[in-house]
């Protein structure tokens, strides 16, 4: 149990900050976060307040999606994010909300379009949207299947480059090193969801932002040459 | 009076949870929750602002209309809630709110269309907008005519597939089992009206949810097979 | 001065409760209240922040635009205010705020088309817009002359009837028979001009609000025989 | 040291008001405020959250670009910053955030029209939106030429009667006097645009404010004849 102490704490971290970005409402949203040496990872339960879960409620699923830790029913989300980790390596967590600007932009089955650098600075280009899911995939196995249309969406694509993505007709998932990390890009992208509903309000024939800027800036606070923030990487 | 406490205690606490929803404003609400062995029901005083309520400040209506415990006037809407009471036997509570999305689309005399899941999980389907009144409804008696174009609205419909409906030129009515589940659905209500106001600014074309994904959404939370939450149903 | 106290009271009152309700930004707004027996009104000094403001801080002038009372310069729009209580006999409390989505519709030139009934339980019809000033009109004295086409507006109708206007590119003016009253009506005005341009957005074709609807629910609130909140008018 | 002591004290200030102005998210906006006597802005240092800074943190950078005092990186717009106060010798200090509305209208390419008064009364016209930067430079200089395009579009008006523009695919920068000015003027900016937004979904023709009444409203606010406030300037 101690095994899991600091990733239940990490997790229930980023799901109590969920309520007070405003990105969610009721109980909808959830974040995860892994741990890849203990092959498992820590998920919020199913359909509890935020302000009720403590830590302990964090409940420990596996990567073959066995709850190993935990007395709490997990996420009915969990598959799709067991599917995410699974297809994207380069990942420590997810997180789920219904944002509503990003819904709506899910809900109109249009990709968010990359407008200017607020959204350059976390997106290298427009997020995707997922396609729609068969009824046969509803039908058979559904949460695992809303993570495999999004796999299947990143097939040419690195989910570290657009570190979130629209589920057709459902919401956003993004990710990310960290839950602190996953639930800033889910709080950017409801962000620059909202610029670009209130840009095509203006100018429904906007342009992108030229190739040169979105790398401008999407590098000013990614890769090696970073030069945002008080540390350098690389 | 000491039947009629707990009753009170409920509908109280429900109309005092509107505020801080953001559904209403001013006084623009009331919740009623009904007590079917007692055959009534308690109601907001009219024209009370939320902040100064107690709960024996609720009004004991039964149904037939008479005011069977209290010493405040029951709010001017008390008509409607009595005749969906008399007409949803399925239901415990009422919430009647002028949110500003669902009011929307109220005005615009427009039904609420399932664009996603976030609808799904709370309606079986595009929430309904019922027909106008006649002046002579108008004239007749008002808020009971105003329930009876709500439940001729729910004539091929279960109220239960969707807890809600909205009044033409008017505003959204909400129900459920409790007066907490009642105004969970209300802002549900408003969040799934905001949501598919953005989705029509986006895309005015957008696609309606298809009905294996309004199916599976709607039966992961409500009825026998529900696997959502920490309990299971049925 | 103690003549004044309780008129610098409630105007202190009606212009504190102004940022409460989301209506003013910086220190764009102002509230007057006037006492007819003393020929006098008062009224916010100009461009002092809202929570710095105490009572003894309330200009006081008279119907000839004279200040009687206190060290501070009134609010530039005082004149506005004066023609006000000049020009409508039955009225005690005029706010002008610049709330975003009243402005919205003044400088769309638009009035506020009622599209539902909780338009209806404050105004009587849809809330008009003035003509636009002439360069005379603003070089000779601007404040004044606004004041002036808001009066030529109501030539034809009661200002009791629809207790707010909306001065043609610049925002609304709305009164009462109290300073609480009158704010009350310029928050009712805000969000029936939110909920119409919502409305538009849905439906640009929408329907007005029958006359019975209107007349049923103005009444339900005004004059002889309302039956709105706990006491009997009339 | 102790020469900057009240500079960063001012710039400090202006920048921890930022959030609660709701003009920026995350990180996103900085202030700096100039000593022209001693040669030097302080500047918000890189990525730091608002609710962590303390006056010490601080840059002093000097108009060569040099940091002459402090232990953090300064922020990555300062070339920015430090290319306006060369260009614009009347202003003391620039705000720089993202802003929703004012970004989107900086996406949809648009300026932001004088629609009414709100707006008149900070701004002497429409508010100016830059020309693209070339890909050559971005490559070369950004975040130094983002202030050229800015000098270049002034180039025939003058900084002090619009005190903020729009940098095209990215976002607003405004000016002032003082940190505490220029923070006021960017949340201006903000409510117009915003106002704007609404204005133009109600009525895509609304007419421009006439020249008399910009002019009568930024003169009543700005400039020897100015009777806005307490005290009379000139």
Known sequence: MSDFESLREECH???VALPATGLVDLTFGNVSVCDRELGVFAIKPSGVAYDRL???DMVIVDF???VVDGSLRPSSDTPTHRRLFLGFP???SVVHTHSRHAVAFAQAAAEIPVFGTTHADYFRGSVPVTRALTAGE???DYEWETGNVI?????????????AVLVRNHGPFAWGPSGEKAVETALALEIVAN??????AINPAAHRLGRHLVEKHFLRKHGDAAY???SSPG
Do not use: C, H
């Not at 796999?151 to 570190?163: G, H």
């Open 195 to 200: 610029m670009a509903l209130k840009t095509l």
């Open 54 to 56: 403590v830590p302990a």
């Open 90 to 92: 380069g990942i420590r």
């Open 228 to 230: 945002y923030g008080q």
């Open 151 to 163: 796999v299947e969406r990143f097939s040419d694509m690195d989910p570290l480059d657009s570190p």
């Open 13 to 15: 971290a980023a799901n």
């Open 138 to 140: 509803v039908e058979a």
């Open 64 to 66: 073959d999606g066995r």
